[in-house]
């Protein structure tokens, strides 16, 4: 079974400008969750999304945004860029609530 | 709220060496779980293992091992016989309320295994 994928692998991008990062499940799974690792603050709770519903939000501005598609793939959004966006993004996916999550290999986003 | 603490920053220690790596949460639920992940320089969260705050056995895995104790809210885990490739970050995470989806993760420990 194919893991957790996400694409792109490293972006670099100039503040104010958006971006649009996505994530692909392991088959099957219904829920994927995204969070931000950064040197400062570690590994940070975004999102989560479970049957194209966001059900759960992390403590992060409104520029951060996210959805999921029919067929489980996410996407999440960052709009007007600013410095502190750099970070790796990591995408998680898991079969249920009860059930471990299973990340991806993460997107490195450079804001210059 | 919810916290974990990975108090030890960085290791490093000599291959075939034992080395421990301690975690300890805090969490008012009583149902909860418990993880550890591993973190190569690739960037990939590896999993690892989990608990839930039933289940309190020890757990041996070749020659990785888990300590489960609630009276000291820990859940460390050991190496033994260190590797070169077992050199990496090493994240403590809780999960609670019954769904696992949102993990709050310690800071972790990075481990540097020396040849």
New interface residues.
Partial sequence: KAGVTQTPRYLIKTRGQQVTLSCSPISGHRSVSWYQQTPGQGLQFLFEYFSETQRNKGNFPGRFSGRQFSNSRSEMNVSTLELGDSALYLCASSGGDQETQYFGPGTRLLVL | AQKVTQAQTEISVVEKEDVTLDCVYETRDTTYYL?W?KQPP??????LI?RNSFDEQNEISGRYSWNFQKSTSSFNFTITASQVVDSAVY?C?LSSG???????????TLLTVNP
């Fill in positions: 993880f992940y690739s960037g990939e969260l590896v999993f989990r994240f995470a019954g769904s696992n989806y949102k993990l709050t993760f310690g800071k972790g």
